[in-house]
């Protein structure tokens, strides 16, 4: 059994900012990756950002510059720092890991989701 647990989402205004967090809890052999999606309403479940192992990071070109994304493999814990937030980053965001359990296989999770709402 595996479980994301997220925290940090809420109410910004416009220019402000946030910090997600998401801890992997369960039966954990090995995590790849870990980072984060959004959806907003009526719109497509998009990739935001993520970190692997190696540490090697990727940022989407539309938050590129003002989020940022740590990793703490020790404590299984992913972060996404957000700073000078738009409207337009209004949604749901769902964390994701990739985790190995009892047969050393790679599958994909997902956190519930936490609502980011920005506002002028």
């Known amino acids: 059994q595996v479980h994301l647990g997220e925290s940090g989402g809420g109410l910004a205004h416009v220019g402000g900012s946030l910090k997600l967090s998401c801890v992997v809890s369960g039966t954990i052999s090995s995590i790849a990756i870990m980072g984060w999606y959004r959806q907003a309403p009526g719109k497509q479940r998009e990739f935001v950002a993520h970190?692997?192992?190696?540490?090697?990071?990727r940022i989407a070109e539309s938050v590129r510059g003002r989020f940022t994304i740590s990793r703490d493999a020790a404590k299984n814990m992913v972060e996404l720092q957000m700073n000078t937030l738009e409207p337009e980053d209004t949604a749901l965001y769902y964390c994701?890991?990739?985790?190995?359990?009892?047969?050393?296989?790679?599958?994909?999770?997902w956190g519930q989701g936490t609502q980011v709402t920005v506002s002028s």
């Open positions: 970190t692997t192992r190696g540490n090697n990071i």
């Open positions: 994701y890991a990739t985790v190995a359990t009892t047969n050393y296989d790679y599958v994909p999770y």
